[in-house]
């Protein structure tokens, strides 16, 4: 059985570079190299990570708070959403988005029927909710989520703007 070698970069005629890994297969009393070319793989996976910096970064700057939740359990916060409700990220990840929601049961109704219509395919909602704080308020918050591909599963990123003043006044 072959066994490969490390990834080495190597230098071509032309005086480009590939990575490659090798392995040597024996045939008899033969040695036969077998090179594999891993540029393209390498250089994917480089673009993908500088995108995924890219969008955190961008998301990590903006004023508008941003979670991620796969099921039920926030999986990313940014910032901007931490400061609204008075939560470190810490304390959202990990957690449920019921945690944060009150005991009403109409918008416990609410929050499952957009739960619905997401596993039914529904590609943007919107809602208006309230949102207990950790000091025990309420801010009513515009969210609007959509479903996305977080870290190799399904989930859905929500915008969310604190509506409270505009509301009630």
């Not at 990575?19 to 891993?38: E, F, K, P, Y």
């Not at 931490?82 to 918008?107: H, K």
Request: with cysteine; glycine share 10%.
């Amino acid at each position: 059985s072959a066994e490969p070698s490390p990834e080495l970069e190597l230098r071509r005629k032309d005086g480009g570079t590939v990575i490659a890994r090798g392995a040597t297969v024996s045939l008899g009393d033969q040695n036969i190299v077998v090179w594999q070319d891993w540029t393209e793989i390498r250089r994917g996976e480089a673009a993908l990570r500088e995108s995924e910096q890219r969008f955190r970064g961008m998301i990590e700057q903006t004023v508008t708070g941003i979670f991620v939740r796969q099921g039920e359990v926030f999986v990313y916060v940014n910032d901007a959403f931490c400061n609204m409700i008075g939560y470190s990220q810490t304390e959202l990840v990990g957690s449920t988005v019921n945690d944060y929601l009150g005991q009403d049961p109409e918008i416990r109704a609410q929050v499952e029927a957009l739960r619905e219509q997401f596993a039914q395919g529904a590609r943007n909602l919107h809602a208006v909710l309230p949102v207990v704080t950790k000091t025990g308020d309420t801010k009513l918050l515009a969210m609007h989520g959509s479903p996305i591909e977080w870290q190799g599963g399904p989930g859905i990123i929500v915008m969310a703007e604190d509506t409270t003043e505009r509301t009630l006044t």
